[in-house]
């Protein structure tokens, strides 16, 4: 059944109730309802191919839910372990890498496509060949855009894929590289189906890969209304145990009271970035959530546009802001002020590391140093309009910091847009600054700068204050290259001072992430490194 809703009217419980269990007679009714799960999201998903995009509502709705890759991360201590590769193998000299495939892993049966066979090396070399080679006939499919993998460097690190046989791979690296292992078990680096490839490019829709999935994960696509709801069946055939409920609904709910008042009124079972924190918490059918995030905030400014392509100004919007009256009034006392761009719990965090403290007497000064009088300075200030773990209110944090630079003359305007051409417009780098953020996919501190802040990311659009420093980017490039655990500490302790000199951005907390939810909700899983994981969720 095909069903739309009107933007104008909010979805009540008793509608929503019909539409998820419709088809089903009464004996069916209350086991649907036991075994189906509304998660109230916070906005609509950019592509349902997480290798297009790297924002976390589409990571959250999609690639736990419709996919798997090749290796994971084991949640307890973060180290590698097997997935769709139920072995792999690295020689000596780092440069080869072989991989040996399962041989039961079943795709996804929909209304549009039908599987004849199981997953194989066929599918992933088409999975990460797309990527790599632009002559591919579907590279350019949906704007030939693979943020996270141009940000890494992908296609110099990788100098081709190799069939050994039907259920064995080789990548051959042109040098040994320490992260390669961790991009595999990222959210990105998903498995698609080269038969359902094939199948689209028959009928001339290969645009269909990225809108209607096709997937290994615990759940198939059956419908999405866009603004409205994503709807996924159980993946009956799932290589590891099925899913324990039968339904998965994302329910999408922008605005954050409304969230809430559909979790109050039992209108979904899960909700995404709650506010009210005290009042979930005194609530005797509701559960609050949370867990330690690998991620940052930060106030990032666009270096190519005056007048932040001035490091003095740079420098003195850097002083000028209050970063404890920001706890207060956005985190609670649920974050941590940010020193650099890495939480505390990195593996190479320096307590040392020099900042920038708030100093209004200092930002003046190099304010007039840059030759820029109280005054005579307007700029536009960026703030997401959704909730993220990093950044559960980026209109506040504007405000704030909107007061800060009038305190040292200079005027803001603040600037927001929907979530979708909010990211689109940030990434055709129409801002002059921004307050956005970034979770890491992976414990490494590579996964900060690199997306970050790289001359690749600037060019892929991840690097929101488009700085590219060919310094910064060797830093980099050695710290990867090195074995030696001290050496690479060296080498990013010598990148974090450079951030600290240049400001391209200023990192402004490391935050929690939380999610609400009914106590009759069991299982729910959140990851540190974001996304959300409904295979063992069940509910009384």
Same mark, same amino acid.
């Given at each position: 059944?095909?069903?739309?809703? +009107?933007?104008?009217?909010?979805?009540?419980?008793?509608?929503?109730?019909?539409?998820?269990?419709?088809?089903?007679?009464? @004996?069916? !009714?209350?086991?649907?309802?036991?075994?189906?799960?509304?998660?109230? @999201?916070?906005?609509?998903?950019?592509?349902?191919?997480?290798? !297009?995009?790297?924002?976390?509502?589409?990571?959250?709705?999609?690639?736990?839910?419709?996919?798997?890759?090749?290796?994971?991360?084991?949640?307890?201590?973060?180290?590698?372990?097997?997935? %769709?590769?139920?072995?792999?193998?690295?020689?000596?000299?780092?440069?080869?890498?072989?991989?040996?495939?399962?041989?039961?892993?079943?795709?996804?049966?929909?209304? $549009?496509?039908?599987?004849?066979?199981?997953?194989?090396?066929?599918?992933?070399?088409?999975?990460?060949?797309?990527?790599?080679?632009?002559?591919?006939?579907?590279?350019?499919?949906?704007?030939?855009?693979?943020?996270?993998?141009?940000?890494?460097?992908?296609?110099?690190? *990788?100098?081709?894929?190799?069939?050994?046989?039907?259920? !064995?791979?080789?990548?051959?690296?042109?040098?040994?590289?320490?992260?390669?292992?961790?991009?595999?078990?990222?959210?990105?680096?998903?498995?698609?189906?080269?038969?359902?490839?094939?199948?689209?490019?028959?009928?001339?829709?290969?645009?269909?890969?990225?809108?209607? &999935?096709?997937?290994?994960?615990?759940?198939?696509?059956?419908?999405?209304?866009?603004?409205?709801?994503?709807?996924? $069946?159980?993946?009956?055939?799932?290589?590891?145990?099925?899913?324990?409920?039968?339904?998965?609904?994302?329910?999408?709910?922008?605005?954050?009271?409304?969230?809430?008042?559909?979790?109050?009124?039992?209108?979904?079972?899960?909700?995404?970035?709650?506010?009210?924190?005290?009042?979930?918490?005194?609530?005797?059918?509701? +559960?609050?959530?949370? *867990?330690?995030?690998?991620?940052?905030? $930060?106030?990032?400014?666009? !270096?190519?546009?005056? &007048?932040?392509?001035?490091? %003095?100004?740079?420098?003195?919007?850097? $002083?000028?802001?209050?970063?404890?009256?920001?706890?207060?009034?956005?985190?609670?006392?649920?974050?941590?002020?940010?020193?650099?761009?890495? &939480? &505390? +719990?990195?593996?190479?965090?320096?307590? +040392?590391v020099n900042q920038i403290d708030y100093s209004i007497a200092k930002a003046q000064e190099l304010l007039a140093e840059a030759g820029i009088e109280p005054g005579s300075l307007t700029i536009d200030i960026w703030a997401m309009p959704v909730q993220r773990a990093y950044n559960p209110d980026a209109v506040t944090m504007a405000?704030?910091?909107?007061?800060?630079?009038?305190?040292?003359?200079?005027?803001?305007?603040? *600037?927001?847009?929907?979530?979708?051409?909010?990211?689109k417009r940030l990434s055709n780098g129409e801002h002059q600054s921004v307050l956005i953020g970034w979770t890491a996919d992976y414990a490494d501190p590579d996964n900060f700068f690199t997306p970050l802040l790289s001359c690749s990311s600037a060019r892929t659009g991840t690097n929101r204050a488009l700085w590219c420093n060919?310094?910064?980017?060797?830093?980099?490039?050695?710290?990867?290259?090195? @074995?030696?655990?001290?050496?690479?500490?060296?080498?990013?302790?010598?990148?974090?001072?450079?951030?600290?000199?240049?400001?391209?951005?200023?990192?402004?907390?490391?935050?929690?992430?939380?999610?609400?939810? @009914?106590?009759?909700?069991?299982?729910?899983?959140?990851?540190?490194?974001?996304?959300?994981?409904?295979?063992?969720?069940?509910?009384?």
């Open positions: 059944m095909k069903f739309s809703f +009107s933007s104008r009217h909010i979805i009540n419980y008793s509608l929503l109730a019909v539409i998820f269990l419709s088809g089903c007679d009464t @004996s069916e !009714t209350a086991l649907l309802t036991e075994k189906s799960i509304i998660y109230c @999201s916070e906005g609509s998903p950019e592509s349902f191919n997480p290798q !297009t995009v790297t924002s976390g509502t589409t990571i959250d709705a999609t690639a736990y839910q419709l996919y798997n890759r090749l290796l994971s991360f084991d949640s307890q201590d973060n180290s590698l372990i097997p997935e %769709l590769a139920k072995s792999w193998h690295i020689t000596r000299d780092g440069t080869k890498v072989t991989f040996y495939l399962r041989k039961d892993v079943q795709f996804h049966d929909t209304d $549009y496509f039908t599987p004849t066979r199981v997953l194989n090396a066929d599918d992933v070399i088409f999975s990460f060949e797309r990527i790599l080679e632009q002559d591919h006939p579907y590279h350019e499919v949906s704007g030939g855009r693979y943020p996270f993998f141009n940000n890494n460097n992908f296609a110099s690190i *990788v100098e081709r894929i190799e069939k050994i046989n039907d259920f !064995t791979i080789r990548f051959h690296l042109t040098g040994p590289n320490k992260g390669f292992l961790s991009s595999l078990a990222t959210d990105y680096a998903v498995i698609l189906s080269a038969e359902y490839a094939d199948q689209l490019a028959l009928q001339s829709s290969e645009q269909n890969i990225d809108i209607y &999935p096709i997937g290994t994960g615990p759940f198939k696509f059956q419908e999405y209304r866009a603004g409205s709801f994503i709807r996924y $069946y159980r993946h009956q055939d799932y290589w590891q145990s099925p899913a324990l409920i039968q339904q998965l609904l994302f329910d999408i709910t922008p605005n954050n009271t409304g969230r809430l008042t559909k979790l109050l009124a039992s209108e979904c079972d899960i909700v995404a970035y709650p506010i009210a924190h005290q009042t979930i918490d005194q609530h005797p059918a509701l +559960s609050l959530d949370q *867990v330690t995030a690998y991620n940052v905030a $930060y106030f990032g400014f666009n !270096t190519q546009k005056p &007048p932040f392509d001035n490091k %003095l100004v740079r420098q003195a919007v850097a $002083y000028a802001i209050n970063k404890d009256a920001i706890m207060d009034a956005v985190y609670y006392g649920q974050a941590e002020r940010a020193k650099s761009l890495l &939480p &505390p +719990s990195a593996w190479d965090y320096e307590q +040392s405000k704030l910091i909107q007061a800060d630079l009038q305190n040292i003359g200079i005027n803001s305007n603040i *600037v927001s847009y929907e979530w979708a051409t909010f990211l060919d310094e910064f980017d060797q830093l980099l490039a050695d710290a990867l290259a090195t @074995s030696s655990s001290e050496q690479r500490r060296a080498y990013y302790q010598q990148a974090i001072e450079l951030i600290a000199q240049e400001v391209p951005l200023v990192p402004i907390a490391h935050s929690k992430r939380f999610q609400a939810r @009914s106590s009759s909700v069991q299982g729910l899983v959140l990851d540190p490194f974001g996304g959300i994981d409904f295979t063992k969720v069940t509910k009384n």
